[in-house]
């Protein structure tokens, strides 16, 4: 449960997709991201671009911000600090959906590598459950306040429906309260 909470913080959102960093792949796989991303290279027709992507600045300044407010990230930072040039990071990292994940296990064949990508294809797979779950907890709560908001609607009515009673109960009595003209008994 733990490797599955460490692979979890290393999942952003990036254009919509699920993504790890070849970083992030790396630590995992424990081997450097220079041999990672060689091996990818060696074998680029098994990563189209909606397997990997390279991140533009904006999008990487955006993952930089994310791994720099989590506590977590120390062994991450100390990676990124070994790859930093004169002028900070070197190259702009890729980016692997999880079916580059997938396709990663074809290239990697150590046995750490097949566990590690065993460990992150649940993870992925977890995410996707807890995704639907939360989904359609959404959908029951808006059925709730659907519900609420027809109870109000309801109550509303009732509420009127009462106050109309009251003021006709109220002209009622001053009715038979009022002061008698002619004669009195």
Do not use: C
């Amino acid at each position: 449960m733990e490797i599955i909470k460490s692979i979890q913080n290393r999942i952003y959102e990036i254009r919509g997709e699920r993504i790890m960093l070849d970083r992030d792949l790396a630590a995992l796989y424990e081997t450097e991201t220079k041999a990672l991303n060689l091996a990818v290279k060696r074998n680029l027709k098994r990563f189209p671009k909606d397997f990997m992507f390279q991140l533009t600045t904006e999008e990487f300044s955006s993952v930089k911000f994310q791994i720099e407010t989590s506590e977590t990230r120390n062994s991450l930072r100390l990676q990124n600090e070994t790859s930093k040039g004169r002028g900070g990071t070197r190259y702009l990292p890729y980016a692997f959906t999880e079916q580059g994940v997938a396709m990663l296990s074809g290239v990697l064949n150590s046995d750490k590598a097949i566990n590690m990508n065993i460990a992150i294809m649940r993870t992925f797979i977890e995410i996707r459950r807890l995704s639907f779950h939360q989904i359609d907890l959404k959908s029951h709560l808006r059925h709730i306040m659907d519900r609420v908001g027809e109870h109000d609607i309801q109550l509303n009515q009732i509420y009127d429906a009462m106050e109309n009673l009251l003021d006709e109960k109220a002209a009622q009595k001053k009715w038979n309260e009022r002061e008698r003209i002619g004669f009195k008994k």
